[in-house]
């Protein structure tokens, strides 16, 4: 003990911790406050040029029980500023949590509303963007209130009442095409509960947020979503349910095995923002949780199932090979599928002007992939292939693609 607590002391110790750090998370602590992440400091995109970002939030010298983040942006070309602001409120912060979060939020929609997504806002989308895939462009003004409490038997609750005014910028249905609703065109408020169970559930806790070290049990999502019409001029009346389960399962010797399967409905008639979106991708960093091969935008849905599986073999092949033993290569195979359908109400309002997405009518969309893991402890390396359906709707889109990611490996 006497030992660690000298090292953990020295200032070189000290120094190399704190760069790594912020190379890994993109934070860094100044005094009672944290600024970061770097890699959204410059960026650029056909809208908005050159765009600048700066963040600022709360540390723990500043409040235990308080934490405070907001930024500022700004485009070069079309000289506008956006920003955030937010505060959470740390009823209880050790685990169970407890806490109420209210943001304020006018930007670019830079599509970053899923789990570990690369969105355009990010300095790394700049050299591997996909060719002539048209970017879509969407500012969305929200203000939004959560309450979320947990339970020491694992049950968490998240209640969400939001208010969203969208405006479609390029490649995108404008608003002209939604205006015919009683209420202000694109605007709406929703509230929803989010029920999630993972007994025994391990986390990585780094002051005020945690990350999921996963639970030796399968892990439960439900969510139901109400529109809330004529409520801070929202136009739209809805229902939504969305349920799903996902589990790491350890196949010694055989690795590992990742899978989440989901379905969801949407009851009502409402624009292809609100609907289901299936998550593509646009660019060449590989994204566990989307469809890689798939562009934004590509298809709309009210009714949905799908799965995404990943099997990590461990050495697999390379421990047949000196080289690769050495340097410690793993091995994956993965699979992502979806089914879905738009109804003929939802396929009348939104098939309008010039719409970007088509309807999946029923068919199976799958995409399959394998690669290397761990080179050099960082990289990620990802080849994955379209398989369904059979014919590619543009030449933007692929049937083959290779992608990178990063990630820290043991």
């Known amino acids: 003990y006497k030992m660690i607590d000298t090292l953990t002391n020295l200032p070189r110790f000290k120094k190399i911790t704190n760069t790594l750090n912020f190379l890994g998370t993109g934070y860094k602590t100044i005094g009672n406050y944290e600024i970061g992440p770097w890699y959204n400091w410059v960026s650029g995109n056909s809208w908005e040029g050159t765009r600048f970002r700066f963040d600022l939030g709360t540390a723990y010298g500043f409040s235990r029980k308080y934490y405070l983040h907001g930024y500022l942006a700004y485009g070069t070309t079309d000289r506008r500023f956006k920003g955030k602001a937010e505060i959470y409120d740390f009823i209880s912060r050790r685990n169970p949590r407890n806490y109420i979060h209210v943001s304020y939020k006018n930007d670019i929609d830079n599509g970053q509303n899923y789990f570990d997504e690369i969105g355009t806002d990010n300095i790394f989308a700049l050299a591997v963007r996909k060719n002539r895939v048209p970017v879509k462009f969407m500012n969305i003004e929200e203000t939004k209130a959560e309450y979320f409490n947990e339970w020491r038997s694992g049950l968490s609750a998240l209640i969400t009442l ?88 350890k196949l010694a010797p055989y690795g590992s095995l990742y899978y989440n399967f989901y379905g969801g409905k949407v009851f009502g008639t409402i624009p292809y923002m609100l609907l289901e979106v299936p998550p593509g991708n646009e660019i060449y960093y590989y994204d566990k949780y989307a469809f890689n091969l798939m562009n934004r935008y590509e298809f709309i849905t009210d009714r949905y199932a799908g799965f995404n599986i990943e099997h990590n073999i461990g050495n697999g092949i390379f421990s047949y090979f000196a080289a690769t033993r050495k340097l410690k290569w793993r091995q994956f195979w993965n699979a992502k599928g979806l089914v879905g359908g738009i109804s003929t109400d939802n396929e009348k309002l939104n098939f309008v002007g010039n719409y970007p997405y088509t309807n999946l009518s029923n068919r199976i969309y799958l995409e399959v992939g394998t690669g290397v893991d761990n080179i050099f402890k960082l990289l990620r390396l990802d080849f994955v292939w379209r398989v369904l359906p059979a014919h590619l709707p543009t030449q933007s889109i692929k049937s083959f693609g290779i992608f990178g990611s990063f990630r820290i490996g043991f």
């Open 162 to 249: 939001d208010n969203r005014n969208f405006t479609p910028l390029k490649n995108l249905p404008d608003k002209f095409y939604f205006s015919n609703t009683t209420g202000a065109a694109l605007n709406n408020a929703e509230v929803s509960l989010k029920l999630r169970y993972a007994y025994l559930e391990r986390f990585l806790d780094n002051g005020f947020f945690r990350s999921s070290l996963g639970s030796d049990l399968p892990i439960v999502e439900m969510k139901l979503s109400k529109g809330l019409k004529h409520i801070f001029g929202s136009s739209y009346d809805y229902t939504k349910l969305h349920a799903g389960i996902s589990d790491y399962i």
